[in-house]
């Protein structure tokens, strides 16, 4: 596909996803891709990781599941990239998928049901919002708890699910963006340091860090960025950024979690508690009010949708570069 009709597929997905969403209507008789990832990753997890064998086993059967969920989307997105230009209007198909594998408005729309939970219906509107975007046990946390969590998923997310999906198609086309949500959806399933993955799942755990070692900082300066131009904190985005983003246990998600907490002067971190266990993770932007609720998470919507915005216009530029190169 030529330099302009890349521009065109992008631009129309981020167009599309920003109105429609999850599209639940277009694939409400069809398998959505990342089902389909996830019915892959399964099969090969209940046939591969049998506890019966030893570490070394399971950790090669786990490479041999990261490389091939990722070719076999790669080699989906290269096939239909190869057809799409001769048929009538094969950029639209194309600019249909790409939009299906971003999560903008998905992303807003979550996070906003948190706030509308504890507004309309206090802390036990807050738990049943809070429990369908995070892992940890809604019933520790308070206001203030799922407050955090909701703006440290939205932040994380905008990395991982908006930034690194328009990354990878800018630099990569559909097999780029294919191959990136395989990844990070096997990550989702099985990138655990838990017994039953730890040697299984570390390949892809591995794997998923590096798909999102840049995405995770461009993140992070375009939520820079959109401080600057929605009148939030941008020094203060910045300061934090150097001095918490590397104390997150993640590689990545300390970035943009930290260029949120600084643009808004809220904490995010702290301790928490999950099902398995209580963990007590570094305050990022610790000096920030740690205490807060549905305004809080209101705000960062607010950021959430300006960085959005610099990410399209960032996209766009980087595949009008490959373009022009």
Not at 106 to 134: C, M, N, P, Q, Y
Not at 164 to 191: E, Q, R
Request: proline share 4%; net charge positive; charged share 20%.
């Amino acid at each position: 596909m030529d330099g302009g009709a890349a521009i065109l597929v992008l631009g129309a997905a981020l167009v599309l996803d920003a109105l429609f969403g999850e599209m639940a209507l277009l694939l409400r008789n069809a398998l959505h891709p990342v089902v389909a990832i996830g019915r892959v990753v399964g099969l090969l997890d209940r046939k591969l990781n049998r506890p019966e064998r030893g570490e070394s086993a399971r950790l090669w059967r786990g490479v041999f599941t990261a490389a091939g969920v990722a070719l076999l989307a790669g080699g989906f997105g290269w096939l239909v990239a190869a057809l799409t230009p001769g048929i009538p209007g094969g950029w639209l198909i194309e600019a249909l998928i790409v939009a299906i594998l971003l999560a903008q408005r998905s992303l807003f729309e979550h996070v906003a049901a948190v706030a509308k939970g504890l507004r309309g219906g206090g802390l036990a509107g807050g738990r049943a919002a809070i429990r369908h975007i995070v892992s940890r046990d809604p019933a520790s946390l308070d206001e203030a708890g799922i407050a955090r969590a909701a703006l440290e998923s939205l932040a994380e997310n905008f990395a991982d699910a908006v930034v690194a999906p328009v990354f990878w198609y800018a630099v990569a086309g559909l097999p780029g963006i294919c191959a990136y949500k395989a990844i990070n959806t096997a990550d989702s399933m099985i990138g655990y340091r838990t017994n039953k993955y730890a040697a299984f799942g570390k390949a892809t755990a591995r794997l998923d860090d590096f798909a999102n070692w840049i995405p995770a900082r461009l993140a992070a300066l375009a939520t820079v960025i959109a401080a600057a131009l929605t009148g939030n904190d941008a020094r203060r985005a910045v300061r934090v950024i150097r001095r918490d983003a590397r104390t997150h246990a993640s590689p990545n998600a300390g970035w943009p979690e930290a260029a949120f907490s600084g643009a808004l002067g809220l904490a995010l971190g702290g301790p928490r508690s999950y099902p398995e266990q209580d963990t007590r993770e570094h305050w990022i932007g610790g000096d920030g009010k740690r205490r807060y609720g549905p305004k809080g998470i209101e705000r960062g919507l607010k950021l959430y949708v300006a960085a959005c915005a610099v990410n399209a216009a960032a996209g766009l530029m980087i595949v009008a570069l490959r373009a022009g190169a």
